[in-house]
Each structure stands twice: as structure tokens, then as C-alpha cells.
């Protein structure tokens, strides 16, 4: 069964780096396509923040964060990474990481499973 655990998130300054994680806890993989990151701040709609293949074969980030996030993926370590360099302020929120069995999307309703969530917070 596929269990996604989110870990790195924490209070930081704007214009520091924080770097996500999401395992695959369950060690599977088992019908994962791709992982998607999302994020939600208070009082707004979860949004797509970008994605990656699980081969690795490619990686999508919105106009948004390009230039400041990359996503990465250990294969030995079962696990992908979000990179946040030069956080704003409007980057707060909380990032979730979701297991597709399809494709990279923007649509919450194609993946299928979700991490529990991790809250960024960055102060001006």
C-alpha cells in the first residue's frame, strides 16, 4: 500500500531554503505514476505547486515558483524532494505531497493518495 510521509517543514525567514520530503513510506510504489506537491494557505483553495515522474523522466513546476523550487527523486531512498530556495512570505502554507497513477496533473481529484501535510511558514 502506498504511504506518503512529508517531513521538512518548519518557520523560517524570507529569502531561506527549506527542503521537503516525501517517502514512500510503504515501500511499493505499486501503481505510482507520478508525485504531485500541493500546498495550501489559510483561508485559500489547495493549489498545484508541480510534479515529477516517478521514473524521474520529467518535472513540472508552475510559473509561480520556477526559478526558486526544483523537485528531485531518490530512487534508492524511495523518495522526492521539494527544494525551496529564496522563500516569500506568500509561500506559506501547507505542502502536501500526492501519488498519481497516471500523470503529472494540477488536478487534486487525479491523485490518489496524500500525505498528511507539512506547514511552511516564512516570515518577512
Known amino acids: 500500500q502506498v504511504q506518503l510521509v512529508e517531513s521538512g517543514g518548519g518557520t523560517v525567514q524570507a529569502g531561506d531554503s527549506l527542503r521537503l520530503s516525501c517517502e514512500d513510506a510503504?515501500?511499493?510504489?505499486?501503481?505510482?505514476?507520478?508525485i504531485g506537491w500541493f500546498r495550501q494557505a489559510p483561508g485559500k483553495d489547495r493549489e498545484f505547486v508541480g510534479g515529477?515522474?516517478?521514473?524521474?523522466?520529467?518535472?513540472y513546476l508552475v510559473d509561480s515558483v520556477k526559478g526558486r523550487f526544483t523537485i528531485s527523486k531518490d530512487n534508492a531512498k524511495n523518495t522526492v524532494y521539494l527544494q525551496m530556495n529564496s522563500l516569500k512570505s506568500e509561500d506559506t502554507a501547507v505542502y502536501y505531497c500526492?501519488?498519481?497513477?497516471?500523470?503529472?496533473?494540477?488536478?487534486?481529484?487525479?491523485?490518489?493518495?496524500w500525505g498528511q501535510g507539512t506547514q511552511v511558514t516564512v516570515s518577512l
Open positions: 510503504g515501500r511499493t510504489s505499486f501503481g505510482i505514476v507520478a
Open positions: 515529477i515522474y516517478w521514473n524521474g523522466a520529467s518535472k
Open positions: 500526492a501519488a498519481n497513477g497516471r500523470a503529472v496533473t494540477s488536478s487534486e481529484s487525479d491523485y490518489l493518495y
